[in-house]
């Protein structure tokens, strides 16, 4: 394995501090930095980019990012076991790496950003990982402060965001919000073996570039309409959509038809732009 700085192997490092994965907190360590360095090239050239990880553990993609020519990280970690390992690494890289001790879903990252070019790269944590990706999905400002997202996931989760209409056993709500607002696609896969402890599943690292300018819906009109759509996926639409408040004299019938949909449709059924113009027929009929 190629060394990617002057720092001591990511295993004598957790060794020395005696730190274990801990299930609760999704934690799985990648120590194979010609992985992490795949990775952190995956994202793009980050010669003057600010990136923001989320759950940099040991630090092995931390420092990927740092060797690979980011400006600055911005690293989130609520482990305060991993805060003495990456105070090693802004030490060895100074002025270059901040730390925030904090849950992710929780803390405010602007204060950190600057005027320059940001991204997110992460090994997300499994179990916060999808509720991050649709946070930063569903922010009311768009274009969001993000230029792309490069992050890993579940096999199975990653699926769910790239899927389409053509793919229904994966297609539901986070692949409607995905592509809505971005472009996304998986760019390769990390076996089991790559991390310590190993998880009984295969990861993939997904890219997703935002749309500048998506058709316009309201963002909270349009996770309640898949919610309710997808929440009895086996069901017509003319059914699911029941679930919604409709003001009197409309209901789900109504509201298909004035979108041009087939009141025996379902949802996997339906492509993107279907969801938006059901979302905006729906906020106009209130």
């Not at 002025?95 to 997110?120: C, F, K």
Request: aromatic share 6%; hydrophobic share 45%.
């Amino acid at each position: 394995m190629a060394q990617i700085d002057d720092l001591p192997p990511l295993r004598d490092i957790v060794r020395e501090h005696g730190l274990l994965a801990k299930k609760s907190l999704g934690q799985n360590f990648l120590f194979d930095l010609n992985l992490t360095s795949r990775i952190a090239r995956a994202s793009g050239p980050l010669e003057g980019v600010t990136v923001v990880e989320v759950g940099p553990g040991p630090g092995g993609l931390t420092r990927a990012l740092l060797a690979s020519g980011a400006r600055r990280v911005v690293a989130i970690e609520r482990d305060t076991r991993c805060l003495p390992i990456l105070a090693q690494i802004a030490e060895h890289y100074p002025g270059r790496l901040a730390v925030i001790e904090g849950d992710a879903l929780e803390v405010d990252i602007s204060p950190y950003l600057d005027e320059g070019p940001a991204r997110i790269v992460s090994n997300l944590p499994y179990n916060v990982a999808t509720p991050l990706l649709t946070g930063w999905l569903t922010a009311e400002r768009w274009p969001p402060w993000w230029q792309s997202l490069t992050l890993m996931f579940q096999r199975e989760v990653a699926e769910r965001i790239v899927a389409t209409p053509e793919i229904p056993g994966d297609y539901g709500r986070l692949g409607v919000l995905c592509g809505w607002r971005t472009h996304a696609h998986i760019l390769f896969d990390v076996p089991p073996s790559a991390f310590v402890p190993p998880p009984k599943i295969t990861s993939s690292v997904v890219h997703l570039a935002p749309i500048a300018s998506p058709e316009a819906a309201s963002v909270r009109t349009l996770e309640a309409m898949t919610r309710a759509a997808f929440g009895q996926r086996r069901k017509m639409l003319r059914q699911s959509l029941r679930s919604l408040p409709f003001p009197d004299g409309f209901d789900a019938g109504i509201l298909l038809e004035r979108a041009g949909i087939t009141p025996t449709a379902r949802a996997e059924e339906l492509p993107v732009t279907a969801f938006v113009r059901l979302a905006n027929i729906y906020d106009a009929l209130r």
